[in-house]
């Protein structure tokens, strides 16, 4: 019997229940910039509610799959150059994901009044399984040092039991450009 290939294993995969639990803070129709897409779980996800998708990823086995949901590129953000200078989303998404030399591309690229929903393995997880190298571990407090210019609505830095996992995960938003008479709300939960 043949093995499965690599589209059919995340074919069936849901979104992150911290993308889900914290999309109600996205404007209607923002636009969604998905990093380290793979297959596109969470671009289908957006796309389904409305939003247009933009996801990255150096697999070109997986932006194959992901451009089923919106635009794709495939490119190694790691060793070349950030492809999107210049560009602003109304939303971040990150999950699973870290190279610590991009993040503040990533979080650059929230425009303002934008999101960034992030989430990925913290230290600890060497004490679970992979990945385990430092490299690709969030240290204590690293993701809310890297969002200090953003306002952040949640975060948790903790161990989670299913599918033991020590993770890192932010909702944060940057602020709009005009100047309000009260405060923004950012709701804690969806209507």
Request: hydrophobic content about 45%; proline content about 7%; some cysteine.
């Amino acid at each position: 019997m043949a093995a499965p290939d690599i589209a059919s294993l995340h074919a069936g995969l849901a979104p992150s229940e911290w993308i889900v639990r914290w999309s109600h803070l996205l404007a209607p129709g923002a636009t969604v910039l998905d990093v380290a897409c793979g297959h596109g779980r969470h671009m289908q996800w957006f796309a389904a509610r409305g939003h247009a998708v933009t996801g990255v990823d150096r697999a070109t086995e997986a932006t194959e799959a992901a451009s089923a949901y919106g635009r794709c590129l495939t490119t190694d953000i790691e060793s070349g150059p950030w492809p999107f200078t210049g560009e602003t989303f109304g939303a971040v998404v990150v999950t699973n994901y870290l190279w610590r030399p991009r993040m503040a591309d990533i979080v650059a690229a929230v425009a303002p009044g934008g999101v960034l929903l992030y989430e990925t393995f913290a230290a600890g997880n060497e004490t679970v399984g992979k990945p385990s190298r430092p490299d690709f571990l969030l240290q204590p407090g690293e993701l809310l040092a890297a969002c200090s210019g953003l306002r952040v609505v949640a975060y948790e830095d903790g161990f989670l039991a299913e599918l033991p996992r020590f993770v890192q995960r932010i909702a944060a938003v940057r602020a709009g450009g005009a100047v309000a008479a009260q405060p923004a709300r950012h709701p804690l939960r969806a209507n």
